[in-house]
């Protein structure tokens, strides 16, 4: 039974959130809510581990939950679920745009969906922000503004954004990400 409601929830997942992995949070937290398979904690790690991980990020997290909610089965049923709906939509689709993708109509169909895939990977970024950055439940204790914030992620989120940004620099993702990993370790953040 559990692997049934694995693959539903992954494939509705997989059907709705348009806009690529991160369009996933908002799905990924309805059931946290709904199922309790993994907390709010769970939640921030797997980010960590699908963003550290190669591959497209929506998937990486349903073999992450599908694993740790029913193990080598669960984490297959849930990435097929995943995948599925867009393997069947892209094959549907690329028939039908060979025919008529210069059709009026089809391009105001795609113009339309721009705005919502942006919205929902704001959505998604700003849940990640908020996550990462803020300590929401301590600053609801103290309601002291030095709580609100976690400081240590907050001044490594700024370098990276300015290190990454320097154009002379040239640091590759990848090294980015494990220099992450390692001040993460050293610092104990999340501690």
């Known amino acids: 039974m ?13 059907l709705f959130a348009v806009g690529g992995g991160l369009a996933t949070l908002p799905f990924l937290e309805r059931i946290s809510a709904n199922t309790g398979w993994f907390t709010h904690q769970s939640l921030i790690d797997m980010i960590a581990i699908s963003e550290a ?20 089965p669960g984490a297959l049923v849930a990435t097929l679920a995943e ?19 210069a059709h009026p109509t089809v391009k105001a169909v795609f ?6 895939s942006v919205g929902m990977i704001a959505a998604a970024g700003f849940s990640v922000l908020k996550i990462s950055l803020l300590d929401l439940p301590a600053f609801g ?8 914030f976690q400081w240590k992620s907050l001044i490594l989120g700024a370098v990276l954004a300015v ?7 040239k640091i590759h993702p990848a090294l980015a990400i494990a220099a992450s990993a ?5 610092f104990r953040f999340g501690r």
Do not use: H
Request: glycine fraction near 8%; charge should be positive.
């Open 182 to 186: 390692a001040i993460g370790v050293v």
């Open 141 to 148: 204790l103290t309601r002291s503004i030095a709580d609100l």
């Open 111 to 116: 113009y339309g969906i721009r705005p919502a």
């Open 53 to 72: 991980t190669p591959g497209p990020i929506g998937i990486n997290m349903a073999t992450y939950v599908g694993y740790i909610t029913a193990g080598i």
């Open 163 to 169: 290190a990454l940004n320097i154009k002379e620099w």
């Open 2 to 14: 559990i692997l049934l409601r694995l693959f539903y929830e992954f494939f509705m997942t997989g």
């Open 83 to 101: 995948v599925l709906p867009s393997l069947i939509i892209v094959l549907i689709l690329a028939r039908f745009l060979k025919a008529f993708a």
